[in-house]
């Protein structure tokens, strides 16, 4: 299958980063994986949910969304209809637990939460993937200025976390699906990985057929390659003060 950007199979969408997007918040970016866009913001607050008080421990969390012509067609907002759907609180849980993976939580005191909004304008697949991706740097901007600030001891964080789509489409392995590959493809996988390459979690379903165990060691090789490149770009980005 010729792909309608005319990338190769193991080529990711190219990337771009506005940084301190948001200049209200404490970290934010405009991040773009091909035609899917997101604003990621981190908002820091002086307080940690309930089940952490007294622990000394901070926290990180993530809230994400889609504005209703993000898509083709118009999609209500969840806020509308009074309650958040089960694929929104899904990609929540996944931001949250992909972000906390990297973070020294008790570096933060016990008073301090950061939230990761991740708002997509526009999307074209890899969404979640995007959101985590993006939101490491606002995250990473957060703390630091924390740090700066003297509000704590320690940057936290042990090292990069970036995610990727791979997927077997018409039986050919592709790296970042784009919408018009997604909704085709026979296995979808959605990978988060660190920058070492350690596995934070694997999202992987057989969409038309079940796939083999080589299939899925060759779908994580692409995987790590795409996180690499990814994670390269988050360096750069870090890098450019």
Same mark, same amino acid.
């Given at each position: 299958?010729?792909?309608k950007?005319?990338r190769?199979?193991?080529?990711?969408r190219p990337v771009k980063v506005?940084?301190?997007?948001?200049?209200?918040?404490?970290? $934010?970016?405009?991040?773009?994986?091909g035609?899917?866009r997101?604003?990621?913001?981190a $908002?820091?607050?002086?307080?940690?949910?309930?089940?952490?008080?007294g622990?000394?421990?901070?926290?990180?969390?993530?809230?994400?969304?889609?504005?209703?012509?993000?898509t083709l067609?118009r999609?209500?907002?969840?806020?509308s209809?009074?309650?958040?759907?089960?694929?929104?609180?899904e990609?929540q849980?996944?931001?949250g637990r992909?972000?906390?993976s990297?973070v020294?939580?008790g570096?933060?005191?016990g008073?301090?939460?950061?939230?990761?909004?991740?708002?997509?304008?526009q999307?074209?697949?890899g969404?979640?993937?995007?959101a985590i991706?993006?939101?490491?740097?606002?995250?990473?901007d957060?703390l630091e200025g924390?740090?700066?600030a003297?509000r704590?001891? &320690?940057?936290?964080?042990s090292?990069?976390?970036?995610a990727?789509?791979?997927?077997?489409?018409?039986?050919?392995?592709y790296?970042?699906?784009c919408y018009?590959?997604?909704?085709k493809?026979?296995?979808d996988?959605?990978?988060?990985?660190?920058?070492s390459g350690?596995?934070? &979690?694997?999202?992987?379903t057989?969409?038309?057929?079940?796939?083999?165990?080589q299939?899925?060691?060759?779908?994580?090789?692409?995987a790590?390659?795409?996180?690499?490149?990814l994670?390269?770009?988050?360096?750069s980005?870090?890098?450019s003060d």
């Open positions: 299958m010729k792909r950007d005319g190769t199979a193991d080529k990711i506005t940084r301190n997007f948001i200049p209200t918040a404490e970290g $934010s970016v405009l991040f773009e994986q035609d899917t997101l604003i990621c913001t $908002s820091v607050e002086e307080k940690v949910p309930p089940f952490l008080r622990t000394g421990s901070g926290w990180v969390t993530a809230e994400y969304a889609m504005i209703p012509r993000a067609g999609t209500s907002r969840e806020s209809v009074g309650r958040v759907g089960g694929r929104t609180h990609i849980r996944l931001i992909s972000l906390r990297v020294n939580l570096a933060l005191g008073e301090i939460t950061i939230w990761l909004d991740c708002d997509v304008i999307a074209d697949g969404t979640r993937c995007a991706t993006g939101a490491f740097i606002a995250l990473r957060s924390l740090y700066e003297k704590i001891k &320690e940057m936290s964080i090292e990069n976390v970036a990727i789509s791979v997927g077997v489409v018409d039986d050919q392995m790296l970042d699906l018009e590959e997604d909704v493809a026979q296995v996988m959605n990978v988060v990985m660190t920058e350690k596995i934070v &979690e694997v999202q992987g057989a969409e038309e057929r079940p796939f083999s165990r299939e899925l060691d060759n779908l994580l090789d692409l790590k390659k795409g996180v690499s490149e994670v390269a770009i988050q360096n980005v870090i890098e």
